[in-house]
C-alpha cells in the first residue's frame, strides 16, 4: 500500500531554513508527480510546491516562490522541500501527496514552527 512518511519538520527563527524530506514507497514513485501541501491551524490543507514525475517541471505556490525548492531523487523514492528564508506565516503542518487514479493519498504531516 502506498505510504508516505514526511521528516525534517521543526522549530526555527525568522530567515532560517529547513529541508524537508519525505520517503515514499508501495507504487511506482517515479511514474507519478509529487506534491507538497501545508495546513495551519483554522485554514485548509494548500498546495505549496509540486514536482513531475521526472522532475523537470515544478510549479509553486506565489507565496513560497524564490524560497522553497522542491526536489526528487528517484533513485531514493523520496522527495524533499528545501524552505529559505522562513518567515512566521509559513508555520505549518506539511503534508506529502501522491494522487493515483484519483485517490489522494498523504503522509502524517510534519510540524513546520517558524518563530523567534
Known amino acids: 500500500q502506498v505510504q508516505l512518511v514526511e521528516s525534517g519538520g521543526g522549530l526555527v527563527q525568522p530567515g532560517g531554513s529547513l529541508r524537508l524530506s519525505c520517503a515514499a514507497s508501495?507504487?511506482?514513485?517515479?511514474?507519478?508527480?509529487m506534491g507538497w501541501y501545508r495546513q495551519a491551524p483554522g485554514k485548509q490543507r494548500d498546495l505549496v510546491a509540486r514536482i513531475s514525475n521526472g522532475g523537470g517541471s515544478t510549479n509553486y505556490a506565489d507565496s513560497v516562490k524564490g524560497r522553497f525548492t522542491i526536489s526528487r531523487d528517484n533513485e531514493k523514492n523520496t522527495v524533499y522541500l528545501q524552505m529559505n528564508s522562513l518567515k512566521p506565516e509559513d508555520t505549518a503542518v506539511y503534508y506529502c501527496?501522491?494522487?493515483?487514479?484519483?485517490?489522494?493519498?498523504w503522509g502524517q504531516g510534519t510540524q513546520v514552527t517558524v518563530s523567534s
Open positions: 501527496n501522491v494522487r493515483k487514479f484519483n485517490s489522494d493519498y
Open positions: 508501495g507504487f511506482t514513485f517515479s511514474s507519478y508527480y
